[in-house]
């Protein structure tokens, strides 16, 4: 027993045993801390939060086919989910059609296959869009988010109330290893399209959620975080102030953001509360827009996949449950509970309502919605929220300097980032200083139990090209070579794409042969990852 | 409505000491106009002899311990042997499903598990013996 | 985004009104070296050790004991190996109700609800392979029983001095109250033989815990955080206030190795301050009432376990969540030994499945969340400042009402207590059924038909059969003269006001069985009915 050794939080701010009154001495609570609602939102982006209305319990999902989907997002609306989330599969991400030959029929392992209209309109056959909002982790470009409002349109919902969100996220983009992308400058370029489109014509749609969730899967931790996530929404305003469109308070007002909640409890917590109150300071000071609505920090978070074993997989149940607490605990709006088999394959139905159920006992029987921010005033937590705020300003300036995310990115700057934080992850894990209960310590030499085990349907993928064959035959041929003929004039030009790509979504273009006008105009661009 | 009140005798034939359960569903039975015959603690003769005494419609057994098919036979049996075996048994608490069979062919005529709604309860109560 | 109206009232469990948002103002009376403080200094609010997890982590300590010693032996040691730091014995029903396996009142009871211990051989094979030299155990033992001079005299077998073994008696009063249990002496005998323990301890075995007042077990019951901790305080009050009539140990050596067990229940924050007013409070009571000043005395040392009626039949492995949030409760809140319950509580007595993912429920926090970092995170938090204070004032109050009873004692003779513990039950039942408490997968988003099936435990049928053989065996090989002599010892000191616990011993190293020892209990104090009526 001896408290000599010192003690770090998992981003390595240096932890004292103990924080006084003396800790938080300098705090002005109405300037630093303040009420929840207002400014700086330290507390909370709204004035009543969960007392007023819980979290959205949201679920990335989609697997095998569109009609599947569908299917499966019944059954989540049913066991209680308020809003839907669409994890596209590999070819939607890789901007290629189900029948296109490279994919090789590789299709609705990970997530759902979006390649035409007809799919976006079978995946929600049936759902109450006008009511329950869905976020699209769409692409590059907003292109599955087109055929979202075009098929919203199809069912009279008009387009100035839809609700709901497009990622639009360069810095989640940017991470995994994909191919057929376009550099990160034509990435900025639809992404600020998108959003100019919004702000007149889609106002209450929330047209970009900064995500850094794969990011800190990478292994950076919650300083990296923050410093990436905010480093990109200052990238996208530049570009936005820059090109002098659109009025600024309009285009930041939608702004949402996605990060990911990992293990140290209150280290994510604090990482919250700081990122609203960086937020609000970078958008009043930093761009003067005066209107607090502009200025607050909406955030989805979801469980830390990389946190989750495939070893014991129970134990992520547990895992998952501090982890969607501290999401509450930080005044998330939205909040994604992983299943607990995520190091294993895709969630079982079983997995699947676990993590429902881990959000409704969270919300409903632990009582702590009944007050906002339970945590302020705590010398621990506000000493931490402070100094999380302070290292990450100083890794957002890192970015600053050498010209902002999107140079950040292709410069290698950020990859090697994202490579040295894996890489450190490991070691750490092998001399034990990180701990994985039952994989680098107390590890069994056999399993206790078995868990369920999702399989893809090796048939579907099939299904899903017949349909899309079917579905190019039967279009207009030449109304659709008209319309991406213009789109493609229009990216020349430098024009807002987004009304021409939704024009090319009407004549039925397929989302490979909108993201080929996007890479014969930008060529495609290999991540800089190498060791 | 005149008719003679629905008389249940609730016991826990077991030794264990949880009397949360039993004092809930006695209480939802008052409520819905039932009379009520606390037993408490009562050895499976002296379920017997007091259904019999009262002259109840249905015997309630509470059991959290895994004991139950043992107990509940004998309790069976006592009241065969007093010529009660008309009366309704019902048991409550920690019963595995794979059980519910074999209790049933026992002689159990409902079987509820923890978390089961008072409401369920009383309905299914009302339903048999009406 | 729309919100919803922030007119209505919210409560925290208990009943506290919660205020939407807690600031400054709230905790602007809070002088923070008197109420609040260093944790390990007096008034210990923020924890009774100045490192807490820094310097020690909690001990993970499971109830655990089923079927035979044997059984109850290789389970023990898996626990071991999984990475538990202490042991708990949960004894069969045999030990709480004082009868033997063969009597017939209890045969068909035997084995089902955990470990048969008959014997200093039987607490021996429990043991065997165990390192009790360094892995403390609490003894849920019937009180004047068996279970606490056989692990003595196993200790000293194994060459362990009575003044070092270290371990806890449960021997409480208040949790004894919450169960409806057969052939039990009356309060005031209870009394007698707790306190007993108490005095000896205290001049013989200062290392062990001769009492871990235990509000779980009345918590179960449905009684409030608030009733919890005041049931609790007013057992304290009656334990020393018996000593002080006594008057053989000096008070400071009395309440020296007391212990707590708790329960943590679902309101986070409302559990969290729980501990912390409780600390308070007992340090007040030490100090303030009865005038001890050595801080150490002080000391609310707490074990907690989740709280059992929170975890459901339907849909088990939301207990998961539920146990999880719990232990989440109890490390913030700073307990010294945590219990987490098998997800499959409701269900059955715990799979193995079930034993592991309990362990690593403790295991995940204390290692991967970091909450152990630094000493009582949530200090200053306007909130839970706030409701500390809001617990601890409601607690004095009900503290108040049980003294106006005469006392716990008087109080549970009566049939007050249990006229408490059955309006909770019946109020919770009606907010269950209205919907004003929301209990997920069973009256709120309830599922038709059961989504997975959970493997099941069954304890072993032939054990009983094989206790019972072991238990006329052992009455033929012991020295019978030798027992009837100290039994018959024993039913002299128990009518005299001599302390019994010595001839306890002699009796149950002559290898008198459980049933012989609670004989004498009742001749003399006359059987008691709990007072619960239907």
């Not at chain 1, 604090?270 to 937020?279: D, H, I, N, Q, V």
């Not at chain 1, 992850?425 to 369920?452: A, C």
């Not at chain 2, 017997?48 to 043992?70: C, F, H, K, M, P």
Request: hydrophobic letters at 35%.
């Amino acid at each position: 027993m001896g408290d000599s050794q010192q003690v770090f939080s998992a981003s390595g701010i240096p932890i004292q045993d103990l924080y006084t009154p003396e800790d938080i001495k300098d705090i002005d609570y109405d300037r630093d801390i303040g009420r929840a609602g207002q400014p700086p939102f330290t507390r909370g982006v709204y004035p009543t939060m969960y007392r007023g209305r819980l979290w959205t319990i949201r679920r990335l999902s989609g697997f095998n086919t569109p009609e599947e989907t569908n299917k499966l997002y019944h059954e989540e609306y049913e066991l209680g989910q308020t809003g839907f989330s669409v994890a596209p599969d590999i070819s939607t991400v890789a901007g290629m059609d189900a029948d296109d030959p490279r994919i090789a029929a590789d299709i609705g392992h990970a997530g759902v296959p979006m390649s035409s209209l007809a799919d976006v309109e079978a995946t929600f056959d049936g759902l109450p869009i006008e009511k329950v909002s869905t976020y699209l982790a769409d692409r590059c470009g907003a292109v599955n988010t087109a055929m979202y409002f075009v098929m919203a349109q199809n069912r009279g919902i008009d387009l100035q109330e839809i609700r709901g969100t497009t990622a639009n996220d360069m810095l989640a983009w940017s991470v995994p290893s994909l191919v057929n992308q376009p550099p990160p400058e034509a990435y900025l370029r639809y992404a600020v399209d998108f959003m100019e489109w919004c702000a007149e014509h889609a106002p209450r749609w929330n047209p970009v959620s900064f995500d850094s969730y794969n990011a800190r899967d990478c292994g950076l931790n919650a300083v990296q975080e923050l410093g990436m996530l905010l480093a990109t929404a200052i990238e996208y305003i530049e570009t936005a102030r820059k090109r002098g469109r659109v009025p600024l308070d309009r285009f930041v007002r939608r702004i949402s953001f996605n990060t990911g909640v990992h293990n140290d409890f209150f280290e994510e917590i604090a990482k919250l509360r700081a990122a609203r109150r960086m937020w609000y300071k970078i958008i009043r000071q930093r761009y003067g827009i005066e209107d607090p609505r502009c200025a607050l920090f909406r955030v989805h978070v979801q469980s830390s996949g990389s946190t989750h074993t495939t070893q014991e997989p129970l134990n992520n149940v547990m895992r998952i449950a501090f982890q969607v607490l501290a999401g509450a605990l930080g005044g998330a709006q939205s909040i994604h509970a992983n299943g607990y088999d995520e190091g294993i394959c895709l969630p079982t139905d079983e997995a699947m309502l676990l993590s429902i159920r881990t959000e409704q006992i969270a919300a409903l029987e632990s009582n702590v919605t009944n007050t906002i921010d339970p945590l302020g005033g705590s010398y621990y937590v506000e000493s931490l929220t402070n100094q999380m705020e302070e290292r990450a300003w100083q890794y957002v300036q890192q970015i600053e300097d050498m010209g902002g995310m999107a140079k950040a990115l292709s410069s290698g700057w950020a990859y090697k980032e994202y490579s040295d934080a894996t890489i450190e992850h490991e070691r750490r894990l092998g001399t034990g200083e990180t701990t994985v209960v039952g994989v680098n310590k107390f590890r069994l030499e056999k399993e206790v139990y078995e868990v369920p085990i999702f399989r893809w349907d090796p048939q579907a993928p099939y299904r899903q090209i017949e349909k899309l064959k079917k579905y190019k035959q039967q279009r207009d041929q030449s109304k659709l070579a008209g319309a991406l003929g213009k789109l493609e004039a229009v990216t020349q030009e430098g024009g807002n794409v987004f009304p021409h790509v939704m024009e090319a979504v009407r004549c039925q273009a397929t989302l490979g042969e909108i993201s080929d006008v996007q890479l014969k105009a930008y060529g495609t661009w290999r991540r800089p990852f190498g060791v | 409505m005149d008719e003679k009140k629905i008389k249940i005798l609730m016991a826990k034939p077991g030794l264990e000491g949880h009397w949360r359960g039993i004092i809930a569903v006695s209480a939802a039975f008052r409520d819905a106009g039932f009379e009520v015959v606390y037993g408490g603690h009562m050895r499976p003769p002296e379920i017997g002899a007091t259904a019999s005494q009262e002259d109840v419609d249905i015997v309630g057994l509470s059991i959290l311990s895994s004991n139950y098919t043992r107990l509940v036979s004998e309790t069976i049996k006592e009241l065969k042997d007093r010529g009660k075996g008309d009366v309704m048994v019902l048991l409550g608490g920690i019963i595995y499903e794979e059980d519910f069979p074999a209790l049933k062919d026992m002689g159990v005529a409902g079987v509820f598990v923890t978390g089961t709604p008072m409401e369920d309860i009383v309905e299914f109560v009302r339903k048999a013996t009406s | 985004m729309t919100t919803g109206s922030n007119d209505e009232q919210v409560f925290s469990a208990s009943g506290i009104p919660i205020r939407d948002l807690y600031t400054p103002e709230d905790v602007k009376d809070i002088d923070y070296d008197k109420d609040i403080g260093l944790p390990g200094e007096p008034p210990f609010t923020r924890g009774v050790y100045r490192s807490m997890y820094r310097g020690q982590l909690w001990t993970i300590r499971r109830l655990t004991g089923y079927s035979t010693p044997e059984d109850t032996n290789k389970r023990y040691r898996e626990e071991y190996e999984t990475g538990q730091t202490g042991f708990s014995i949960a004894p069969d029903i045999s030990t709480p109700v004082g009868m033997d396996p063969d009597d017939p009142r209890v045969s068909a009871d035997v084995g089902h609800s955990g470990v048969p211990i008959y014997s200093v051989e039987d607490m021996d094979t429990v043991f065997d392979g165990l390192p009790i030299e360094r892995c403390a155990t609490f003894l849920a033992d019937r009180v004047g029983g068996l279970l606490t001079p056989a692990y003595f005299l196993m200790a000293e077998k194994r060459g362990i001095p009575l003044d070092q073994v270290r371990g806890t008696t449960a021997n409480c009063l208040c949790t004894w109250s919450s169960m409806d249990l057969g052939n039990q002496p009356p309060p005031n005998a209870y009394l007698r033989y707790a306190v007993d323990l108490i005095e000896w301890c205290a001049q013989h075995a200062p290392r062990w815990y001769p009492v871990s007042f235990n509000s779980y077990n009345p918590r179960d019951n449905g009684i409030s955080a608030v009733q919890e901790i005041g049931m609790l305080m007013a057992t304290v009050i009656q334990y020393v206030d018996e000593q002080k009539r006594r008057g053989r140990v000096p008070l400071e050596k009395f309440v020296k190795r007391f212990a707590f067990n708790m329960a943590v229940n679902n309101d986070f924050f409302e559990e969290i301050a729980k501990l912390r007013a409780a600390r308070r409070m007992l340090l007040k009571i030490i100090r303030d009432r009865y005038g001890i000043q050595d801080p150490s005395c002080g000391q609310l040392r707490v074990h907690v376990q989740s709280s059992g009626s929170t975890h459901t039949h339907q849909e088990p492995l939301n207990n998961l969540i539920r146990i999880a949030y719990q232990v989440m409760a109890g490390v913030l809140g700073g307990a010294q030994s945590i219990h987490a319950n098998g997800y499959d509580e409701a269900v059955c007595l715990p799979t193995e499945q079930a034993m592991l993912l309990a362990i690593r429920t403790e295991q995940i926090i204390a290692l991967e969340t970091n909450v152990t970092n630094t000493v009582d995170p949530l200090g200053g938090s306007y909130y839970v400042e706030s409701l500390t204070n809001e617990l601890e004032e409601r607690a004095w109050d009900y503290v108040k009402k049980i003294e106006d009873q005469g006392g716990m004692v008087q109080a549970i003779l009566s049939g007050w207590i249990h006229r408490e513990y059955k309006s909770a039950i019946i109020e919770y039942e009606h907010k269950l059924a209205a919907g004003d408490v929301t209990v997920v997968g069973v009256n709120k988003f309830r599922l038709d038909k059961k989504p997975y099936e959970v493997p099941i435990f069954r304890p072993d049928p032939k054990s009983t059969d094989m206790l019972i053989q072991r238990i006329k065996r052992l009455r033929e090989q012991r020295d019978n003269a030798r027992v009837a002599a100290a039994l018959k010892r024993l039913e002299e000191v128990t009518r005299s006001d001599e302390n019994t616990f010595p001839a306890i011993m002699e009796a149950v190293k002559a290898h008198a069985t459980p049933g012989e020892l609670g004989k004498i209990q009742l001749e003399a104090y006359g059987p008691w009915t709990y007072p619960i009526s239907g």
